[in-house]
Nanobody, 124 residues
Framework: QGQLVESGGGLVQPGGSLTLACAAS????????IAWFRQAPGKEREGISC????????QYVDSVKGRFTISSDTAKNMVYLQMDDLKPEDTAVYYC?????????????????WGQGTQVTVSS
């Protein structure tokens, strides 16, 4: 059974940076489309970045474009989300997710594996 475990969340001041990590076990990430989602209180879960295996080109939602970078380390079976110039509106629980198939998707219902989530709070 596959499993994802996130780490790296915390409290950071506006303008600061954090790197989230996601460790996969039970399956190989390079054969899956991988993504990061976030969910703020009272809001729906939002897809913010993914790497589809069809294009292998990172995709980002407009609100994080230019500030966040998704990457993966196939040797370590890890996924990362580098977050720079953080804003208070980035405050949320962040989740990594993986889906079978090669197409990108921002629909959480399409994903097969989820991490437990890690809290990111941006506040002065």
């Amino acid at each position: 059974q596959g499993q994802l475990v996130e780490s790296g969340g915390g409290l950071v001041q506006p303008g600061g940076s954090l790197t989230l990590a996601c460790a996969a076990s039970g399956f190989r990430l390079e054969t899956y489309t991988i993504a990061w989602f976030r969910q703020a209180p009272g809001k729906e879960r939002e897809g913010i970045s993914c790497i589809s295996r069809s294009a292998n080109i990172p995709q980002y939602v407009d609100s994080v474009k230019g500030r966040f970078t998704i990457s993966s380390d196939t040797a370590k079976n890890m996924v990362y989300l580098q977050m720079d110039d953080l804003k208070p509106e980035d405050t949320a629980v962040y989740y990594c997710a993986a889906k079978r198939g090669i197409s990108a998707s921002d629909n959480p219902n399409n994903y097969d594996y989820w991490g437990q989530g890690t809290q990111v709070t941006v506040s002065s």
